[in-house]
């Protein structure tokens, strides 16, 4: 019996502790044995690091620089009548569809991401609310969301847009700045049940109740306890609103009330190619992948991030 409890005390000594749930070492080691979030990962550095390298990567210097006797929908390179000056060909304006590509990526991951972010701050700040305050507040901040469910996307998006046109935030970047502010309009209803959800389990837990009753301040709470709990389910929702946030933008740079010319993103030129798809297919396919593949990829990491985060998992 001596020589086991010897051995089970040197076992414990031994064993190295595991890094805390939510810390940078247990988010990281947990994303480690995750190969799709790590796949994901990757693939979305890939995306960033061509977007900020987009001036020494594209073989124009902008997406509108380009020769004005280039050739409309010149094929690609892997086609025959391709020319060697355009490796992925021109689109229907003989601009160089592999410098949009590169310069879109960057617009569209700017936008998408801003608008993500705008969206999940609202969404979270409000769920958190209606979990707190409970009562009167808490009914009006869900009608509120009832509200905004029940009036179509892609309408309250151009009236918000059209009501932002005269403001100064339409006026840089060809209305940049603009579209992040209005794609966070719609969409954080679900955020905000979802948040409001898992905090309201959190704040009837028991070291919830003893802090309050101690005086421990309500944003020390919501900060330490509240929020963390939440944030894992706040990641998956913002990795599935990207993709529907990159096409809205798209829509709306189409029908003129988003993102002006000569900026083009990835979903401006999916719309903008959508009519001459017969004559050209791959231009559209082309930015459409694109978009696909930064929508898989953002949600493999938020599936993995919520997994190293969320305090009910396990390593």
């Not at 355009?86 to 608008?115: E, N, P």
């Not at 190619?273 to 297919?281: K, M």
């Amino acid at each position: 019996m001596a020589a086991g409890k010897i051995e089970l005390s040197e076992l414990a000594l031994s064993a190295k502790p595991r890094p805390p749930r939510g810390s940078l070492r247990g988010v990281v080691r947990t994303l480690s044995r995750e190969p799709s979030a790590l796949l994901g990962l990757f693939v979305l550095a890939g995306f960033c690091a061509v977007a900020a390298l987009a001036p020494l990567l594209a073989p124009f210097p902008g997406p509108v620089a380009n020769d004005v006797m280039a050739p409309r929908h010149a094929s690609p390179f892997w086609m025959s009548g391709s020319d060697p000056r355009y490796w992925l060909g021109t689109d229907m304006y003989g601009r160089d569809v592999l410098s949009l590509l590169i310069y879109g990526t960057r617009l569209t991951l700017f936008v998408g991401g801003c608008g993500v972010l705008l969206l999940m701050i609202v969404g979270t700040a409000l769920g958190l609310l209606a979990a707190w305050l409970r009562g009167g507040w808490d009914n009006a901040i869900m009608r509120l969301a009832d509200v905004t469910e029940a009036v179509p996307s892609f309408l309250a998006y151009a009236l918000v847009a059209l009501m932002l046109v005269p403001t100064p935030l339409a006026l840089p970047l060809h209305g940049v700045l603009m579209m992040p502010v209005v794609l966070s309009t719609v969409g954080w209803a679900q955020t905000v049940r979802l948040v409001r959800g898992r905090a309201i389990a959190v704040v009837e837990e028991d070291f919830v109740l003893a802090a309050r009753s101690v005086g421990v301040p309500t944003w020390r709470l919501l900060w330490r306890h509240v929020l963390p709990n939440s944030v894992s389910t706040v990641l998956v929702t913002a990795s599935y609103q990207l993709p529907v946030v990159i096409v809205a933008e798209g829509f709306l740079s189409e029908v003129q009330i988003g993102i002006r010319p000569p900026a083009l993103s990835l979903a401006g030129l999916v719309f903008q190619e959508w009519q001459q798809t017969v004559v050209g297919p791959v231009f559209v396919l082309l930015p459409t992948l694109g978009i696909v593949l930064i929508a898989l990829a953002a949600t493999a990491v938020g599936n993995g991030l919520q997994r190293a985060l969320d305090p009910r998992e396990t390593f």
